[in-house]
C-alpha cells in the first residue's frame, strides 16, 4: 500500500527505477492520455536531493506544484526556486530538469502533452556538480 501523510493530495506512487532520475522519486498516475486528452498526468514525489535528468517534451509541459520546494532549470539559464502553489508552463522541445531542492522534499502534478505517440525525450543525468551549484542558492 502507498504511504500517504495527512498533507498528501494523491498517494506517492511506486518508486521510479527506470534510470532517468537520480535520487527517490514516486509516481502515482493520475490520469493517462485517452481519446478526449492528449496529456497524460502523474503526481511526483522528490524526496529530498532527487531530481529528474535532462529532458525535453515535444508538446511541452506544465508543472503544478503542490508540497515542498524545488528547482526548475532550462538549459543555459539561472535555476528558479519552485515552491507549493507555483505552476511552470514548459515550452515544447526545451532542454531542461526538475526536482527536489537539497533539503526539502517536493511533490508536483506533471501534465505532459504527447506528439504522436512521444511525450518526453529523456536524456543526460543532472550532475551533482550541476545540482550542488543551483542549491547554493
Known amino acids: 500500500m502507498s504511504e500517504q501523510n495527512n498533507t498528501a493530495i494523491f498517494p506517492k506512487g511506486e518508486l521510479l527505477t527506470n534510470g532517468y ?23 511526483v514525489t ?21 508540497e515542498g520546494e524545488g528547482w526548475y532549470q532550462e538549459k543555459g539559464k539561472p535555476a528558479q526556486a519552485i515552491k507549493k502553489g507555483d505552476v511552470v508552463n514548459i515550452p515544447e522541445s526545451v532542454e ?13 502534478i506533471a501534465i505532459t502533452n504527447f506528439k504522436g505517440e512521444e511525450n518526453v525525450v ?3 543525468p543532472v550532475t551533482d556538480e550541476e545540482y550542488n551549484e543551483v542549491n547554493k542558492k
Not at 522528490?46 to 503542490?66: C, D, M, S, Y
Not at 531542461?96 to 508536483?108: D, E, L, P, R, T
Open 21 to 43: 532520475f537520480t535520487g527517490q522519486a514516486y509516481l502515482s498516475p493520475l490520469l493517462a492520455r485517452d481519446k478526449n486528452n492528449e496529456f497524460a498526468m502523474g503526481n
Open 46 to 66: 522528490f524526496e529530498a536531493g532527487a531530481r529528474t535528468n535532462w529532458h525535453t517534451h515535444p508538446k511541452g509541459q506544465v508543472l503544478i506544484v503542490t
Open 96 to 108: 531542461h530538469w526538475h526536482g527536489a531542492a537539497a533539503q526539502s522534499k517536493m511533490v508536483h
Open 122 to 124: 529523456w536524456l543526460k
